[in-house]
């Protein structure tokens, strides 16, 4: 399968938009070395090397095909408007119409593709359930047959996944995304605003600052409850990535946030979380269903409770004077596993 | 690191809907040539010939085998009379018989066995004892056998009736349960170990290793994050790192986060800190809850396996536990905590490793190579990795929290959890060890079906 190829090993070799690099050694390399701890001292490199937009909408953009490449390979940051997640929508309609040979491999293709296989193994199982059915009624039981069956069927569904290339498909109003021998590239790269703070802020890598960024999120501050929301979520999303978990929207499994080990592409989502705030007590019937979406992806569900360390009226002074770094700072991260337990389960 | 995958392997898969096989129940039975293939409910569906239908007559056989078996169930010669006590609202057996005992009710010293409602409710259901109410007449008592209807009516709250469902529930699946507040007998707790004849010692050196700890950790944090102090004092934001490790550190110690006690030190320290405190809390533990055992003696109790906590979901004035409730059940918690076994076994075996390896080191003294020791290094960055993630994945203290809603019973588990303490980053391989490790791949490219 595509996904833990070695592949991706060399392509997501950074789990963050800032490289390091080390420093040379003094000895066989003097001048290099001397010339990084230069740049360190004196802050010659530039880390903020992504544009982004904020369109009317208040969405958070980023445009550039290559810085769009470079966040998405950094750590998996931002979501392709017209892709699942990574932005490789030129890339899938270059080889839908075959612009390119087709060894640029997609997940979504991947993900294709084994569903029709897997159609096509159930019918097969079912063609042979049929036949066994025959015999049956016959009164036949010929153990060889199903042997025979269960191997063969066994072996279709080991096989590996082969691509196919597909006939193209061109529709009449494709001629107008065909610019030369490429495809325009409309496809542009969304943030979440939890992200957007993050590259901000923590992993200054956008070119913007936080005062210009945040009101563009919530034009006016009065009270706390306008900033709730998403100061909990911001606090809980840079707790995870500070701890090395690749942390993406969790809107496809009803939860706030999943925590990757690695990347989608390497591993499933390990688990979901939520994040709440520290007095907050729903109904019963909302924790449940949570436990139970996550818990039917194959994921463990995590409450995140955030605890405000200071009062209300002080935190959204601290918003208000631009204080963030001590804003952040004095929220406080409670988890707690929730899991089902059932009784016969349990017992040794 | 063959991204870490196989390194815990989640076998917990929910799967409660697992039909019951009867044939495995036939060796009660003395039947022990059961036959029948263990496969998917499809195997019953009509299909138009009488194969199905043989196959369904045989389960249903071997079920029904099973169910008439006479061993199971109360013989009524054995029954027991219950008084019920309206008074104290428990019930007293004069003269208590049957294997129930061994787990239910708490002994007199006239030989007599008071039960407890809940208990008495359980009994009378399975059979087990005949409720006898006595009421004194003009020319002396007389008994009265009470009807199950009768004895349900003797419920005086809906809290009483919660109990009993949980209490019932858990009986019928085999486990031990006695209420949390039970004062019968002893029952050891997570914390005499160190309050008993050597406290004083123990004690001592918790307070030495303190001291200790605090000029330890003042040093070592301090040389850890003197670059950062530096930085912070002179608003000094490096845009330069010599490894990723170090642009993690960078932005790692912004959100405080909360950590459980891990060990037993941590939490004898926890609840000399709490002692003094003494809240209220609205949850209490109503069960502690035992894995089924024959050993156990209810006189003397081992540490408990669950403790529970009830929550009725439709009452109007208690709500789903907050931070601050989840808390205060945290702090009541006296029970056999996994955690504390896994540190002990982690140290154990490192200890034991550790010799042994450094035996080996010996034999070969000749010939030490550096490919070893780099699979060495490799082998442990894994292990400890997977510890990492073993960790965050069983948590910490935790309890059972049963919602109940118009009887129907829903039990969670809740874990303190520490996503904090544990660094998980990937480092990418440097150029100096890109030639090692860039050979691994090649073992770990077996594709695998997820």
Redesign the interface.
């Known amino acids: 399968?595509a996904?833990?190829?070695?592949g991706n090993?060399l392509r997501y070799?950074?789990?963050?938009p800032?490289e390091?690099?080390?420093?040379p050694s003094l000895w066989r390399n003097p001048v290099q070395a001397l010339t990084?701890i230069m740049?360190?001292a004196m802050?010659w490199?530039?880390?903020r090397i992504i544009d982004v937009s904020i369109n009317q909408l208040g969405q958070i953009l980023v445009c550039d095909a290559w810085q769009m490449k470079y966040l998405w390979e950094h750590g998996f940051f931002g979501t392709g408007q017209l892709s699942r997640s990574e932005p490789n929508w030129q890339a899938r309609t270059m080889s839908r119409l075959q612009l390119e040979d087709g060894n640029g491999v997609n997940l979504e293709a991947v993900t294709d593709a084994r569903r029709r296989q897997r159609l096509e193994f159930k019918k097969l199982r079912a063609e042979f359930e049929a036949k066994k059915?025959k015999m049956?009624?016959m009164?036949i039981v010929d153990e060889q047959f199903q042997e025979q069956e269960r191997v063969f069927l066994k072996e279709k569904r080991d096989k590996?996944l082969a691509f196919e290339g597909d006939l193209p498909h061109i529709r009449e109003t494709d001629l107008e995304l065909i610019e030369g021998n490429t495809v325009v590239q409309l496809e542009k790269l969304q943030l979440l605003p939890v992200e957007a703070i993050f590259l901000t802020y923590?992993?200054?890598v956008l070119r913007i600052q936080l005062p210009q960024l945040l009101p563009s999120l919530i034009s006016e501050v009065k009270c706390f409850q306008d900033i709730k929301r998403l100061l909990e979520q911001y606090?809980a999303y840079?707790?995870?990535?500070?701890?090395?978990?690749c942390v993406r929207s969790g809107i496809k499994f009803g939860c706030d946030l999943l925590l990757y080990?690695?990347g989608p592409p390497?591993?499933?989502a390990e688990y979901g979380i939520m994040v709440?705030d520290?007095?907050?007590?729903?109904?019963?019937?909302w924790?449940?269903s949570a436990?139970r979406v996550v818990?039917g992806a194959?994921k463990?569900l995590?409450l995140c409770?955030v605890?405000l360390?200071v009062s209300e009226e002080d935190a959204v002074e601290l918003w208000n004077q631009g204080k963030y770094?001590a804003l952040?700072?004095s929220?406080?991260?409670?988890?707690?596993?929730?899991?089902?337990?059932?009784?016969?389960?349990?017992?040794? | 690191m063959s991204?870490?995958?196989d390194t815990f392997n989640?076998s917990d898969?929910?799967?409660?809907e697992l039909l019951q096989d009867w044939s495995l129940a036939t060796k009660f039975i003395g039947n022990n040539k059961s036959v029948i293939p263990l496969r998917g409910e499809k195997d019953f569906e009509p299909?138009?010939?009488s194969?199905q239908d043989s196959l369904l007559f045989k389960a249903k056989k071997v079920m029904f085998d099973v169910l008439r078996q006479p061993d199971r169930g109360t013989i009524v010669k054995n029954q027991v009379k219950a008084y019920y006590d309206s008074e104290s609202h428990t019930a007293i057996v004069k003269s208590p018989k049957g294997t129930f005992t061994n787990t239910i009710g708490s002994p007199n010293s006239n030989g007599s066995l008071t039960l407890q409602f809940h208990e008495f409710v359980y009994l009378v259901e399975r059979g087990s004892v005949s409720p006898i109410v006595q009421i004194e007449l003009e020319h002396g008592e007389e008994e009265y056998l009470l009807s199950l209807q009768d004895v349900y009516t003797l419920f005086t709250s809906q809290d009483e009736l919660d109990k009993f469902f949980v209490y019932a529930?858990?009986k019928r699946?085999?486990?031990i349960v006695f209420p949390a507040d039970w004062k019968y007998g002893k029952q050891s707790s997570i914390y005499d170990i160190h309050t008993t004849h050597n406290a004083i010692i123990r004690g001592g050196c918790v307070h030495m290793n303190r001291i200790f700890n605090i000029f330890t950790s003042i040093s070592f944090s301090w040389l850890k994050s003197w670059v950062k102090t530096f930085n912070s004092i002179t608003n000094f934001?490096?845009?330069?790192?010599?490894?990723?490790s170090?642009?993690?550190q960078s932005?790692?110690?912004?959100?405080?986060?909360?950590i459980p006690p891990k060990t037993k030190e941590q939490l004898l320290e926890r609840k000399s800190v709490c002692n003094t405190k003494s809240y209220v809390s609205n949850y209490q533990i109503a069960f502690d809850v035992w894995?089924?055992n024959p050993n156990f003696k209810k006189s003397n109790r081992y540490l408990p396996d669950?403790q529970i906590v009830m929550?009725n979901?439709n009452c109007q004035n208690t709500?789903?536990?907050?931070?601050?409730?989840?808390?205060k059940i945290f702090e009541q918690l006296d029970h056999k905590f996994s955690f504390i076994d896994e540190v002990d076994d982690i140290l154990e075996k490192t200890t034991k490793s550790n010799d042994t390896r450094s035996k080996t080191v010996d034999k070969r003294i000749d010939k030490p190579t550096n490919e070893t020791n780099n699979v060495h290094a490799a082998k442990n960055s894994k292990d400890s990795y997977g510890q990492s993630?073993k960790r965050i994945?069983l948590?910490y203290r935790?309890f059972?929290l049963a919602?109940m809603?118009c009887g129907l019973v829903?039990?969670?588990?809740?874990?303190?959890?520490?996503?904090?303490s544990?660094?998980?980053?990937?480092v990418?391989p440097?150029?100096q060890s890109n030639k090692h490790k860039a050979k691994r791949?090649?073992n770990?490219?077996r594709?695998?079906?997820?």
């Open positions: 399968m996904k833990r190829s070695f090993r070799k950074h789990p963050l800032i390091a690099d080390p420093v990084w740049d360190w802050r490199k530039e880390t059915l049956r009624q009164g590996e923590a992993i200054p606090v840079h707790h995870y990535r500070s701890k090395g978990w080990r690695r390497f591993q499933h709440l520290a007095n907050q007590s729903n109904d019963y019937t924790y449940s436990a818990g194959k463990q995590v409770y605890e360390l770094h952040f700072s929220c406080k991260i409670h988890e707690l596993l929730y899991k089902r337990w059932v009784a016969g389960k349990n017992r040794d | 991204d870490n995958e989640d898969v929910d799967g409660d299909d138009g010939t194969i529930y858990l699946m085999g486990y934001t490096p845009t330069r790192f010599a490894s990723t170090a642009i993690f932005i790692n110690n912004v959100i405080p986060y909360y894995k089924p669950f929550h979901k709500r789903f536990p907050n931070l601050s409730d989840f808390k993630m994945k948590g935790s059972l919602v809603d829903s039990i969670i588990k809740v874990s303190e959890a520490d996503f904090g544990e660094n998980i980053w990937y990418p440097t150029k791949p090649k770990n490219q594709p695998k079906n997820r």
